[in-house]
């Protein structure tokens, strides 16, 4: 069941989605080569206790960490590690919050120093592909017409989309319905409705599509060692447009 909320819902929302965004305003200038993703982990912990938040995602189906960091290959779910971040990688971050009952839930990729064309590249692209599905994220357009113009601006580009890993609602929980790809045909799927809250999540690679586990039965990278990019909203579909509650 989609559950709709309320503008006054909505605005309550916001505080959850403002401490996820403050925290990828504050990393940004935190990474670099040398800084490990678990430095990075241990800063979320602090940061989100002392903005009256906290990691939604510890324990959650027996995940440890607040953050999950994935470096080039890794498309999600990625572990934190004392492994210190190289010249030429990229890094996604991704973290959720929980604030007064409330989920607010953002990815962001960076760049490692300086990287290559290509990546440089498939992130922009990325987030093209972020802002496209936003834009078409309104009231009376179905899931599959949001989705069709994210894959197809990444399709046009070279690159291809992640089917496996899903963007879904939120609200007092991480995962709500509806549940779907960033790929779609027109005219398919939920029909986006008013009081609607939901991520956009477009993880895109450079090679193929396909994924595989790790052993920790949580981190998914690419089969073909290509890299991977990812940028995540969590918005919210009202009758004036999307609200994007995660923005910088």
Known sequence: MIILKSRTEIDEMRKA???????????????????????????????????G??????????????????????IAHGFPSDKPLQEGDIVTIDIVAEADGWIGDSAWCYAVGQVSDEARRLMQVTKECLDIGIQHAVVGNRIGDVMHVVQTHAEQHGFSVVRDLL???????????????????????????????????????????????????????????SLSAQYEHTLAITADGPIVLTAQ
């Open 17 to 51: 989605g403002q401490i996820v965004a403050a925290f990828h305003k504050a990393i940004a200038g935190m990474i670099r080569p040398g800084i490990t993703t678990l430095e990075i982990e241990k800063f979320a912990v602090r940061f989100l206790k002392e903005n």
């Open 53 to 74: 938040a906290k990691a939604h995602t510890i324990g959650y189906n027996g995940y440890p960490y607040a953050t999950c960091a994935s470096v080039n290959d890794v």
């Open 167 to 225: 963007g879904h609602g939120v609200g007092r929980e991480m995962h709500e319905e509806p549940n779907y790809p960033h790929v779609g045909k027109p005219g398919k799927g939920p029909r986006l409705k008013e009081g609607m809250v939901l991520t956009i999540e477009p993880m895109i690679n450079a090679g193929q599509y396909h994924m595989k586990m790790d052993a920790d039965g949580w981190t998914a990278r690419t089969v073909d060692g």
